[in-house]
C-alpha cells in the first residue's frame, strides 16, 4: 500500500503550501494568515517512481481544550495516527515557539518516524540561523522552500527511505485467480457485520458505534470455487490504543483498499441515505478506475417512504456509478446477500475483459452510421478504427481525424454502445480519442 506522510506545526508555518508542492497540485487553499486549513487534507504524490499520500493538517496545538482548536487538534492526531512518517513543519524565520516545544513534546512520546523540516529557510545559511531548532530534540533540521521547491527532493529521499519501498513493492500484488474485493462506506453501515456472515464466524469486531474499526486488514475466503481476498476497510482495535479524543475512523485506510482491490463493494446505509461522504468515496472509486458493485444495507429498517427517498438520492447523487449494479441487503438478517456475488464476478469480469481489434472497430463504424459526431465549424470528427489499450479498467482507444471537436455527449453515446456489445456492468470504461498527424501540415504555403 502507499505510505502516508502527514504534515504537522503550528499556524502559518507553510503546511498548505508544502502540501501543494508534494502533490503537484494546488488542492489546498493557501493565504498569508494562520488558521485557514481545519480538516485533514489527503492528496496523491510522487517520487523517483514511488507513489505515497499525504496528509495537510491544521495548526496544531497539543493541550487545547475547547473550541475549535480542540476540534482541529484532534483532526491532526488521527492524520499522525494514519500516518508512516511525520513531517513537523517550523518557520525557520520566525524561529522556535512554545507551541513548537509542545508539539515536539507530543510527537516524541508517540515515538513514530518523524522529521523537522525548517520552512521558509529560502536565501538562509544553514548553520547559525536554524541551531535553535536542534532543541527541539527531533535530530537533524531539514531546511526547505515550499513556496519555492528548494530541498524538496532532499526531503521525499528522507521521508521515503526508511519505508523500504523496493522490498515491499509486491505486496499488493494478488495471487493468480484471487479477486481482491474491498468492502467501503461510512462509518458504522456494517461491513464488519457482512465480512463476518460471510465467513460464517466473527472474525472482525462489529458494534453499534461509528468507526469501531480502524485499519484495513485481509481475510482470504472461497466460495464456489472462487477465491477471494476480503479486504474491510478498517480493522480491530485495541481500547487503550485508541485516543478517545479523535475520529475513529481512517479515511486513508479506505483510499489505500480502495486503490488495492480489484473489485469494490460501496456499502450504503438506508438509515442515512446517501451523504456527502458516500459520494466523495464513490468519486474515488470511479478515479482509480475500479469495479464497482453498489449495496443499500439496513434495507429492513426503513419505512416504504425512505425506501424511495433512498433510491432517489443514489439516481442522483450517485449517477455517475449508474453502470454498478445496486442491491438492497440486510447483512444482520442475511436478506439479499446471494445475488451480490453474482455481480462482484460479473464487474471482475467486465474489468478484465478482453476486446479484439476488428471487433472493436465494427462496432465503431456501425455507432457511426448510426450516428454521425456533430459538425464542427469546417470540420466532421472522422472516426476511423479502435483498439483496446488497458484493462482494470477497460481503455478504447479511437484513432482519427479532427477527433478534438469530439462531443463528451457523443463520447457517452459511444460508450454506451460498446457497453451494451461487450456486457461491461460493474466497471468504468474510459475512452481515449488520438488524431491523426496531416502529412500536408507543414507543405502548406
Known amino acids: 500500500m502507499k505510505p502516508v506522510l502527514a504534515l504537522v506545526g503550528r499556524p502559518n508555518v507553510g503546511k498548505s503550501t508544502l502540501f501543494n508542492r508534494l502533490t503537484k497540485s494546488r488542492d489546498a487553499i493557501v493565504a498569508d494568515y494562520s488558521g485557514l486549513t481545519r480538516d485533514r487534507h489527503y492528496g496523491n504524490g510522487k517520487h523517483t517512481g514511488h507513489e505515497f499520500i499525504v496528509i495537510d493538517t491544521g495548526g496544531f496545538e497539543p493541550d487545547a481544550t475547547s473550541g475549535i482548536y480542540k476540534e482541529m487538534a484532534k483532526q491532526t492526531r488521527q492524520a499522525v495516527a494514519e500516518a508512516d512518517v511525520v513531517i513537523f513543519v517550523v518557520d ?65 529521499d528522507l521521508a521515503l ?73 478498517a480493522g480491530l482495535r485495541r481500547r487503550g490504543k485508541v485516543f478517545e479524543a479523535i475520529e475513529k475512523f481512517s479515511v486513508v485506510k479506505t483510499l489505500q483498499a480502495i486503490e488495492s482491490a480489484n473489485v469494490v463493494l460501496l456499502l450504503i446505509d438506508a438509515t442515512q441515505g446517501v451523504t456527502d461522504q458516500d459520494a466523495h468515496i464513490a468519486g474515488y472509486i470511479l478515479e482509480n478506475g475500479r469495479a464497482v458493485v453498489l449495496a443499500v444495507n439496513k434495507w429492513d429498517a426503513v419505512d416504504d417512504y425512505q425506501r424511495e427517498l433512498v433510491k432517489r438520492s443514489i439516481e442522483t447523487r450517485l449517477a455517475f456509478l449508474k453502470f454498478a449494479n445496486m442491491h438492497l441487503i440486510s447483512a444482520q438478517k442475511r436478506q439479499g446477500l446471494g445475488p451480490l456475488w453474482a ?77 451494451q456489445a461487450f456486457d461491461l456492468v460493474g466497471t468504468p470504461l474510459r475512452i481515449e480519442l488520438k488524431t491523426s498527424a496531416n502529412p500536408f501540415a507543414d507543405k502548406a504555403d
Open 92 to 156: 525557520a524565520r520566525g524561529g522556535v515557539s512554545a507551541q513548537d516545544h509542545d508539539i515536539a513534546n507530543y510527537l516524541r512520546r508517540l515515538g513514530k518516524n518523524c522529521l523537522l523540516v525548517a520552512n521558509k529557510a529560502e536565501g538562509m545559511l544553514e548553520g547559525a540561523q536554524l541551531v535553535e531548532f536542534y532543541e527541539l530534540g527531533l535530530g537533524e533540521v531539514l531546511p526547505v522552500s515550499a513556496a519555492h521547491g528548494q530541498g524538496i527532493r532532499s526531503l521525499l
Open 343 to 419: 455481480s462482484i464476478i460479473q464487474a471482475y469480469k467486465a474489468a478484465n475483459c478482453k476486446m479484439s481489434t476488428p471487433v472493436l472497430t465494427r462496432l465503431l463504424l456501425e455507432s457511426v452510421q448510426f450516428q454521425s459526431p456533430k459538425r464542427s465549424g469546417m470540420y466532421r470528427p472522422k472516426l476511423r478504427y479502435a483498439h483496446q489499450g488497458g484493462m482494470n479498467p477497460p481503455i478504447i482507444v479511437i484513432h482519427g481525424n479532427s477527433l478534438e471537436h469530439v462531443t463528451d455527449a457523443y463520447k457517452r453515446f459511444l460508450e454506451g454502445r460498446f457497453r
Open 161 to 233: 527511505k526508511p519505508l523500504n519501498l523496493e522490498e515491499g513493492a509486491d505486496d499488493d500484488e494478488a495471487a493468480p485467480g484471487v479477486i481482491k474485493l474491498a468492502v467501503a462506506g461510512r462509518p458504522n453501515v456494517g461491513k464488519s457485520t457482512l465480512i463476518n456472515v460471510w465467513l460464517g464466524e466473527e472474525r472482525l469486531v462489529a458494534f453499534d458505534l461509528p468507526g469501531t474499526t480502524r485499519d484495513a486488514i485481509s481475510v482470504p475466503f472461497e466460495r464456489e470455487g472462487q477465491k477471494f481476498e476480503l479486504i474491510d476497510t
